[in-house]
């Protein structure tokens, strides 16, 4: 059954009526100072981006979410791509959304090769992140890098600017997100992300949402 509330404004659900949420919001905006320049092609997939669902997939709200890398960016640059789902669990679940030590591995890296600028040292706008938007950082357990060594080979369409998928199919290998897949089922908690080819490892027990 579709959930009516989807048809929602952005506006009314990034800006939160609670006092301590505002607080949440308004920080951000000091966040933003941080971000000196950001190659706009660093979160782009071959596999394209996913399309939002229209109803709401959880009968019971998940107490907590981990965080795909690129919603970190998002939510201080582009809070407008993100999902209505995307946008309700990251204000309702009651546990908070966790950090993959792999997405603060993978943000350096973009760091070293000059894909993404800050002012100032990414440790200090890392904890200043985490600690506005109550986010915490779980390290990747040596069980995950068990699973992440057994995860199955997956052949994927690879898809077009447009979002429409090629003739080709090619080898999912990203490490960072097979890495976040790993982390996310041992975890037992969803993976939140814009990327479409996380839809394809259900078969794994890996519950995505976007």
Same mark, same amino acid.
């Given at each position: ?59 019971? +709200? #998940?107490?907590?979410? =981990?965080?795909?890398?690129?919603? /970190?960016?998002? @939510? *201080?640059?582009?809070?407008? %791509? ?57 390290? +990747? #357990?040596?069980?995950? =890098?068990?699973?992440?060594?057994? /995860?199955?080979? @997956? *052949?994927?369409?690879?898809? %077009? ?50």
């Amino acid at each position: 059954m579709s959930d009516k509330s989807l048809e929602k404004p952005y506006q009314e659900i990034i800006v939160p009526k609670t006092s301590r949420k505002t607080a949440k919001t308004t920080s951000l905006a000091s966040l933003r100072e941080y971000v000196a320049s950001a190659d706009e092609r660093i979160w782009d997939s071959p596999f394209g981006w996913a399309t939002p669902l229209e109803t709401w997939p959880f009968r019971k +709200l #998940p107490p907590q979410i =981990l965080l795909d890398t690129p919603l /970190l960016d998002w @939510l *201080l640059r582009k809070p407008n %791509l993100l999902s209505y789902n995307a946008l309700r669990l990251l204000n309702e679940c009651e546990e908070g959304c966790l950090i993959s030590s792999v997405s603060l591995l993978e943000w350096a890296e973009l760091l070293r090769r000059g894909d993404y600028q800050l002012h100032g040292n990414f440790q200090d706008f890392m904890g200043k992140l985490t600690e506005t938007l109550r986010l915490q950082v779980v390290e +990747l #357990p040596t069980e995950a =890098l068990r699973l992440y060594a057994d /995860l199955p080979p @997956l *052949l994927v369409e690879r898809r %077009l600017t447009n979002g429409n998928p090629t003739a080709r199919k090619i080898l999912h290998d990203d490490r960072s997100d097979l890495l976040l897949i790993a982390h996310a089922i041992t975890l037992k908690v969803p993976l939140l992300s814009p990327h479409a080819v996380f839809g394809n490892y259900a078969k794994v027990a890996l519950k995505w949402v976007w």
